[in-house]
């Protein structure tokens, strides 16, 4: 069934939605919040800055007028970065006139409050007409899905007839969507995820292969899960797409961001030079600090993380971190496993 979706941000990842939506002969009205990037929307069938070389569908309508954007539609896609979420759905919630879904796919934590983007919407959204929330996340570069590569994610939320929906609305023969009703899981795996793919780059960039990326990957689901688990998930969650799929293609990639800027940083860049070179969100850094916060708030070992923390914000070099993980005291890989998998310790 056709339908008219917003969709709001026009950056890679919600551009790449964009076209599986009007590939699924939806109409998606696409809003940003600069005026110059509608109008290539609308004239040319481009955005050159996020996707260059990609022509748009024209069932794709730029917008900035977020209010004609959202008034009249059953499903709004949040495609903004995590510290821009408050602020958007408030907007949002000004301007709808009946009941919605409010599907979002950013991924990232809240420093300080140490919510979770599914939270956060909760909480900002004022409107007296009931909203769905809806998660959508999983192993997906835009630039791929772009070009119509096989991609496969999962959408999650406490009302699973809403996440059908939205199953519903994306899934076609190169985007295939799975449902997972734990909300939690699928929200950590995809956040955290960023910071193991800083990590990632840093190693990479320090020159040390692929033995320390293997070591890094299977050490860093173990360190998610262990975080996921104690604050709810579902254990096996994390053997999958938003768990294990998610980081392996955020690790390896040269399409992520947070790997390239995590590369940079194992090369010695300033993190200040290499978010400013990145010109995009890296929201590993940010997320990061919320991780580390967590780390602390629920008693949970995150070594990683706790080396990342130190590199980004507390002056520490990238070679010392590793230098420092790698000394830390001998322990049982088996009895850590047996502890994560079978327990929610």
């Known amino acids: 069934m056709k339908q008219t979706v917003a969709l709001l941000g026009a950056g890679s990842w919600g551009t790449a939605l964009a076209l599986v939506l009007a590939d699924n002969d939806h109409t998606v009205?696409?809003?940003?919040?600069?005026?110059?990037?509608?109008?290539?929307?609308?004239?040319y069938h481009s955005n050159e800055r996020y996707l260059p070389g990609v022509t748009l569908s024209s069932n794709i309508i730029g917008f900035d007028n977020m209010r004609a954007a959202v008034q009249d539609v059953e499903i709004i896609v949040l495609a903004v970065p995590t510290k821009a979420i408050r602020q958007v759905v408030q907007e949002v919630s000004a301007y709808v006139n009946s009941s919605v879904i409010l599907v979002h796919?950013?991924?990232?934590?809240?420093?300080?409050s140490l919510k979770r983007i599914t939270e956060m919407i909760e909480e900002?959204?004022?409107?007296?007409?009931?909203?769905?929330?809806?998660?959508?996340?999983g192993p997906s570069h835009a630039e791929e899905v772009v070009l119509r590569h096989p991609t496969t994610v999962t959408v999650s939320s406490k009302e699973m007839k809403a996440a059908e929906k939205v199953q519903d609305l994306f899934m076609n023969q190169s985007f295939r969507v799975y449902t997972n009703p734990d909300l939690i899981g699928v929200e950590i795996g995809g956040a955290l995820k960023n910071i193991i793919a800083l990590a990632a780059g840093i190693t990479d960039g320090l020159g040390y292969g692929d033995n320390a990326k293997a070591a890094l990957i299977t050490r860093g689901l173990a360190e998610i899960a262990r975080l996921?688990?104690?604050?709810?998930?579902?254990?096996?969650?994390?053997?999958?797409?938003?768990?294990?799929?998610?980081l392996i293609v955020t690790c390896t990639s040269v399409h992520s961001r947070n790997w390239r800027a995590g590369n940079m940083l194992g090369k010695g860049m300033p993190l200040e030079e290499v978010l400013s070179q990145m010109g995009m969100v890296v929201e590993g850094v940010r997320t990061t600090k919320a991780a580390h916060q967590l780390a602390k708030e629920y008693d949970v070992n995150m070594p990683i993380t706790n080396a990342l923390h130190s590199v980004l914000f507390e002056g520490v070099s990238a070679k010392e971190a590793v230098d420092a993980l790698m000394g830390r005291t001998k322990t049982s890989e088996l009895e850590d496993l047996v502890n994560l998998w079978s327990s929610k310790e």
Request: glycine share 10%; no cysteine; charged share 20%.
């Open 29 to 43: 009205l696409l809003w940003s919040h600069r005026m110059d990037q509608v109008t290539e929307i609308n004239d």
């Open 105 to 112: 796919v950013s991924k990232g934590i809240e420093p300080d």
């Open 124 to 137: 900002e959204y004022t409107s007296s007409h009931p909203a769905h929330v809806v998660v959508l996340s």
């Open 228 to 246: 996921g688990t104690r604050m709810g998930a579902n254990p096996l969650t994390f053997s999958g797409l938003t768990g294990i799929g998610d």
